[in-house]
């Protein structure tokens, strides 16, 4: 079975501080995402990546970065991590292609930031 | 004006009803839509692919109106396990440009 797998589940992190948020999945996708879903606003697309070491900004990309040194590891930084960042996030992959649209998505990390 | 609106609910319905929900679009140029549900507390899931002509899977129907631009799930005999959120997700031209509603809720009670 496909698996896309957030390293945390529950993140508690202190204003300032920085914050690397891992994602691995295993199925060869080229695409992987990086959302983060709040109450009212719905997912909201941070970074995406179509391949290794390549990487798009989403819509908001203000205060984050991110790494994709191998296919299969997409990474999410937060360089200084602020309260306005408590949030949850949610890693996606998919394969490139037209026929191939379904995303596959990791069970989230609730990141509360004090 | 957000590019994907939906009703935030919570619709709450008895087990057996049938109900439905719709969302709409702003960019014409969309290419591709879906349904997703999400548990509480869970990752989204593809519930189905939504086709120019409409398509079925069991229960469910969806159904896209490219000229209103708004697409809709119809869910019949609804059970307990139905009870969820609803996302309705629109794609673009690109690999990036897929937006999520910020989905429906669903409740149903016994």
């Known amino acids: 079975d496909v698996k896309v797998t957030q390293s945390s589940r529950y993140l508690v992190k202190r204003t300032g501080e920085k914050v690397f948020l891992e994602c691995v999945q295993d199925m060869d996708h080229e695409n992987m995402f990086w959302y983060r879903q709040d109450p009212g606003l719905g997912l909201r697309l941070i970074y995406f990546?179509?391949?290794?070491?390549?990487?798009e900004k989403g819509d908001i990309p203000e205060g984050y970065s991110v790494s994709r040194e191998k296919k299969e590891r997409f990474s999410l930084i937060l360089e200084s991590a602020s309260t306005n960042q408590t949030s949850m996030y949610l890693c996606a992959s998919r394969p490139h292609g037209a026929t191939n649209e379904k995303l596959f998505f990791g069970s989230g990390t609730q990141l509360s930031v004090l | 004006r957000k590019e994907v609106e939906q009703d935030p609910g919570p619709f709450n319905v008895p087990e057996g009803a049938t109900v439905a929900f719709n969302c709409t679009y702003s960019n014409s140029a969309s290419q591709s839509f879906f349904w997703y549900r999400q548990d509480c507390r869970k990752e989204p899931k593809l519930l189905m692919s939504?086709?120019?002509s409409g398509n079925e899977d069991g229960r469910f129907t969806a159904q896209l109106n490219r000229a209103s631009q708004y697409i809709s799930l119809l869910i019949r005999d609804s059970k307990l396990s139905d009870s969820a959120t609803y996302l309705c997700?629109?794609?673009?031209?690109?690999?990036?440009?897929?937006?999520f509603g910020s989905g429906t809720r669903l409740s149903i009670r016994p």
């Open positions: 939504v086709y120019s």
């Open positions: 990546s179509y391949d290794v070491k390549m990487k």
């Open positions: 997700v629109v794609k673009g031209g690109s690999a990036s440009k897929i937006i």
